[in-house]
């Protein structure tokens, strides 16, 4: 417990730094990946990623010796030869991007292994550290990696903040920024320097395969929760921040399993799985998007649709009697298209609604249900009727379609029916134009 | 995908015999091995660029990393048959999830294979660490794959010794092959009009899980012999190194099995030659003959496209140049035309020097002392076409389109460059014009 108080009141300088970095890395990411992912743009990363590999061999080969500094340049320098390749492929040949991108991360990464297999077999070489680029030493990060990683993050906002308006308009629409006389090819290269800066500058912490996920996934979850560029760009750099936050804590925290003692929790896949815990938590709870919300959504549309079928069935059933007052039961509205596996639940809703009574197993509509059953029955002639005078669909067809609209019409769309129908229909609910199979029956 | 400290020392040797060039039966069956694995991945990627699934692959043999991490943890043993069902179920499972996160959680494919793999990967190399008490799982080995050891995990069938992995890469070509060729119409189908297959009876949604569980197993079944890059590269690079070459499907299948089984005979020879990894090696031939394939294919390819627009440009500043010496000679007394002027007026300076050099030295233009740059007969009769497609043209819009005749020259003059003889026919039996609407005569 001393422990977990040590770490998170920043009193163990090497925590310290570690936090401060990946949590730089993560806002970084989190604002950088926002465009990205709205761009299409968002597995370029991936290829960056794996690019990488080639550029720090050709770094050590020409330094001759394992320098962070010349590592990252020759890792930013073959990222930007791979997100150009992706480029060039895809505008000049009938390959598409998603192939490219492929290419990319197999060819480069495969000449990667190449090259640092020839260092491995040099009489000095010893893979150089380049491990730790590949699969990510977030833990063995020292002061001057982590003053390194939030100076790149200070620059990647800085430039965000600059070009906000250059980058919200190619994203949302680029043909009108090519029209408004934007420099748009520019603006895409701009973009495509800040994704490599910040897989490359996240590769030292998090990893070739793993950095890919800072840029995408606080990105994705963000745009859960907003329709909104300046909203979604704090909520996926809040998220990526929290994610290196936490999964630093939680690696520095957890027990490691015994026997391995030594190596502890690598810190890389935990960041990424914050990032994924928080993401699965968006994709379910967000309030308009998230999947809880669209159930809501969907359950409410079922119950009422099943509830206007029922005022709709006792409707064309008391029709003609004439007497919308008059007793119905369940029994009678079976034939109508309203036929659903739980029969008894709308009659509870309703009765609950206040749209009918019950008494001794039977119904009636009150007041207030026989209104919403002719207003419901209404959209669903006039519906009809337009598609019969307006579509030319055949009377004995356009039942079934208009039972699927007859929910959903806005009364803005019914105004428009009664504009177009005009003559043709009178004032009130229509006659069916067509056998109503509860009349035909009984 | 993992090794006991004495395969590491036999491994040893090896690399250092590889070292020295001689044909081995060890090279054969690596080669053979490399071969199977290879091809069994440019035929499946065929479909998967046709199908813009490419990133598949990436996707689903990063993810399977949990799969084995769980069969291990759960069975305890490294059992091939439990590492194999527990990668294909994550393998399959990967498909899945990006497919619904995309159609339930709207978010784009990328994004959402994205979102999938990378926690997956995660997820497993943290199974890994847990479960590195007492194995050797190294992520590095599911990366890289060492194809140079194939030759020691041997199967003995029908008394013959052949190494395990050849046997299952072979058996996924095998399967590989068998369904493309049951199912050849089929897929076709869905690869073109995925809309015409539904109506057809085909369900698109069968073909693309089909696809995905064949790509999770070819992923599965290769990645331990020669790790999951080289599936990454070989599954799409082949495939579209072959769609830069050929328009049909049935000759992209064959060029992307041949190109794959190159790459994979080369790769193995370079990577012999440079000592290095040959995994690596061939995924970085692969990229290679992509790359060639980009700039030299016949049809699609970088030289190939500008070639053609190069002869493009030379023969439009060639007719451009004859019409406007036409033009110039067309009143019989006209000032004697320099050089300058009429390279000015053709706006190629540069190019215009060259073509006119040509078209001098093929005798349709010559110089005259006294009027300058002259047609010859030859050279009239050429530029006479030429002018006759413009004013033909021209006279077209203006009647038979009723453009603004102050408006038909520029169009004309792009369009004089692309008339053919039978289409300036029937344009002049249906116009019946003599002069075009500016009152020039048409030739």
């Keep these: 417990m001393s422990e977990l108080l040590r770490l998170i009141t920043l009193q163990d300088p090497n925590t310290r730094v570690v936090l401060l970095g990946t949590a730089a890395l993560g806002v970084a990411a989190g604002l950088v990946g926002s465009f990205a992912v709205l761009r299409r743009r968002a597995l370029i990363g991936d290829a960056v990623a794996h690019a990488a590999l080639p550029g720090l061999c050709v770094a050590y080969f020409v330094v001759g010796d394992r320098s962070f500094p010349a590592f990252l340049a020759g890792a930013l320098a073959a990222g930007v030869l791979a997100a ?10 009938r390959i598409k991007e998603d192939a490219a991108i492929a290419i990319a991360i197999g060819g480069f990464f495969g000449l990667g292994i190449v090259l640092s297999r020839i260092i491995q077999n040099q009489p000095t070489g010893n893979r150089a550290g380049l491990d730790s ?9 020292v002061g001057s990696d982590a003053t390194f990683i939030f ?38 290269l701009a973009l495509m ?19 890919v996920a800072l840029l995408v996934i606080p990105a994705v979850a963000a745009r859960f929760w907003t329709n909104r560029l300046p909203t979604m760009l704090l909520l996926a750099a809040l998220f990526g921040g929290a994610s290196g936050l936490l999964g630093t804590v939680l690696s520095a925290t957890l027990p490691a399993p015994a ?7 690598p810190t890389g896949p935990l960041v990424v799985l914050c990032a994924s815990a928080l993401f699965l938590v968006s994709l379910l709870a967000a309030p308009k998007r998230g999947l809880l919300a669209d159930l809501v959504r969907r359950v409410r549309l079922r119950r009422r649709i099943a509830i206007q079928n029922l005022l709709r069935d006792a409707y064309e059933h008391l029709e003609p009697r004439g007497d919308f007052g008059a007793a119905f039961r369940a029994a009678d509205l079976g034939a109508g298209p309203a036929h659903h596996d739980e029969p008894r639940r709308p009659f509870e809703r309703a009765e609950a609604l206040g749209l009918i009574q019950s008494a001794a197993g039977e119904y009636r509509l009150t007041g207030q249900g026989q209104a919403a ?39 803005e769309v019914l105004a428009e029916l009664e504009a177009r129908l005009e003559g043709q229909v009178p004032p009130g609910v229509p006659a069916s134009p067509h056998a109503l199979r509860g009349s035909a029956l009984s | 995908m993992s090794f006991t400290i004495g395969q590491f020392l036999l491994a040893d040797t090896s690399l250092f015999r590889l070292g020295s060039y001689g044909v081995r039966a060890d090279d054969v069956w690596i080669v053979a091995t490399a071969i199977a694995c290879c091809v069994a991945c440019g035929l499946v990627g065929c479909f998967l660029v046709l199908r813009r ?30 590492m194999f069902a527990g990668a294909l179920a994550v393998g399959v499972l990967t498909a899945v999830l990006s497919a619904g996160l995309n159609r339930f959680g709207k978010v784009s494919e990328d994004s959402a294979l994205g979102v999938v793999f990378t926690t997956l990967f995660a997820l497993g190399v943290l199974m890994i660490t847990f479960a590195a008490r007492d194995v050797d799982l190294d992520p590095g080995c599911v990366l890289y794959g060492l194809i140079e050891f194939t030759p020691f995990d041997t199967l003995s069938i029908g008394g013959l010794e052949l190494p395990r992995a050849f046997v299952t890469l072979g058996a996924i070509l095998a399967l590989t092959l068998g369904l493309i060729v049951l199912f050849y119409k089929e897929l076709k189908l869905v690869c073109f009009d995925p809309a015409l297959a539904t109506t057809l009876g085909i369900s698109a949604a069968v073909v693309h899980y089909g696809l995905m569980t064949l790509v999770a197993a070819t992923t599965v079944a290769s990645f331990e012999a020669v790790g999951s890059i080289l599936v990454i590269a070989m599954l799409v690079a082949p495939g579209a190194t072959a769609h830069l070459l050929t328009d049909r499907l049935r000759t992209m299948l064959l060029l992307s099995a041949l190109i794959a089984a190159l790459s994979a005979v080369m790769g193995y020879a370079l990577a012999v030659m440079l000592n290095t990894s040959v995994a690596g090696m061939i995924a970085s031939v692969a990229l290679g003959l992509f790359i060639v394939a980009v700039v030299f294919s016949p049809s699609q390819g970088l030289v190939a496209k500008a070639l053609r627009q190069l002869r493009l440009g030379l023969r439009i500043t060639r007719e451009d140049l004859l019409g406007l010496l036409y033009r110039a000679h067309e009143s019989e007394a006209s000032a004697p035309l320099a050089h300058e002027h009429l390279l000015h007026r053709a706006h190629a300076p540069r190019s215009g020097r060259w073509v006119l050099a040509l078209l001098k030295r093929q005798g349709l233009v010559a110089d005259d002392p006294a009027r300058g740059l002259v047609l010859t007969s030859r050279g009239l009769d050429e530029a006479r076409a030429v002018v006759r497609g413009h004013r033909l043209w021209e006279t077209y819009l203006a009647t038979a389109v009723g453009k603004d005749p102050g408006r038909v020259h520029k169009p004309a003059h792009a369009t004089e460059h692309f008339l053919s003889p039978t289409l300036q026919e029937k344009l002049s039996d249906e116009l019946r014009a003599p002069s075009d609407p500016h009152g020039k005569q048409i030739p």
């Design chain 1, 84 to 93: 150009a390749f992706v480029a060039v492929v895809k505008a000049r040949t």
């Design chain 1, 133 to 141: 680029f590949i699969f990510g030493k977030a833990a063995s990060m």
């Design chain 1, 151 to 188: 100076a790149v993050a200070l620059t990647i906002t800085l430039v965000v903040a600059l070009l906000y308006k250059e980058l919200k308009l190619t994203v949302f629409d680029r043909d009108f920024a090519v029209a408004q006389g934007w420099p748009a090819l520019a603006i895409d």
């Design chain 1, 193 to 211: 320097t800040l994704i490599c800066v910040c897989t490359v500058a996240g590769l030292p912490a998090v990893g070739v395969v793993l950095v």
């Design chain 1, 259 to 265: 026997g391995v003692l030594s190596r502890g929790w």
């Design chain 1, 373 to 411: 059953a002719a207003r419901t029955v209404r959209a669903h002639r006039l519906w009809e009727l337009y598609l019969i005078h307006h579509a030319d669909i055949a009377p004995d067809h356009v039942d079934r379609d208009a039972d699927r609209l007859e929910h959903v019409l806005p009364p």
């Design chain 2, 53 to 82: 699934m490419a990133l598949l692959g990436d996707a689903i043999s990063h993810a399977i990393l949990p799969g084995l991490a769980l069969a291990f943890i759960l069975t305890g043993t490294r059992s091939p048959v439990a």
